[in-house]
């Protein structure tokens, strides 16, 4: 769960940093700390393994993915502030509402765990996996240099249809 989890806010953060023109010295601080948030991550997961039905642990893991939420929103907001994001590219970080619902359904799945642990934990998997397939997030638009390999005359079906689906 913790390598999926990673693997998202990892997409997230090179998308915005994709984004930026530039970098200043408080931006890269964000963005350390975000990799703190992530460090702690093997922590929280390893700790809602040896307690699955602890409600603490399962607030502990909210807390760590509350961390990463808040520092890329953070980083986010920060650099449309200090003008590091071109005008036009500032139309396309629509992220900031993205980090901001994922962040209240993983505050609901956490709430779930009057339910039961075992129901908060589905739910915030299911909202990992929904975060996967959500296209506009992961893939804004496909990189020029990414489109020519994809339409290449000759590429294989499989190819030619990912192409279709990701523009």
Known sequence: MSFLTLGIFWVSQQ??????????????????????????????????????????????????????????????????????????????????????????LYAFAVALCIISTYVSIAFLSQNQGASLVYREHIHPKVPAHFQKCLYKPGNRPLFSALARYLT
Not at 67 to 88: F, T
């Open 15 to 104: 998308t915005q940093l994709d984004r930026f023109t530039r970098s200043d010295r408080w931006l890269t601080w964000i963005h350390l700390a975000f990799l703190f948030a992530v460090t702690l991550m093997p922590f929280s997961t390893g700790l809602l393994a040896v307690s699955i039905t602890s409600r603490l642990a399962l607030v502990v893991y909210w807390l760590n993915l509350l961390l990463l939420g808040l520092a890329l929103l953070c980083g986010l907001r920060y650099a449309k502030r200090a003008g590091l994001v071109k005008g036009e590219r500032a139309a396309e970080l629509g992220y900031e509402r993205y980090i901001l619902v994922a962040q209240a």
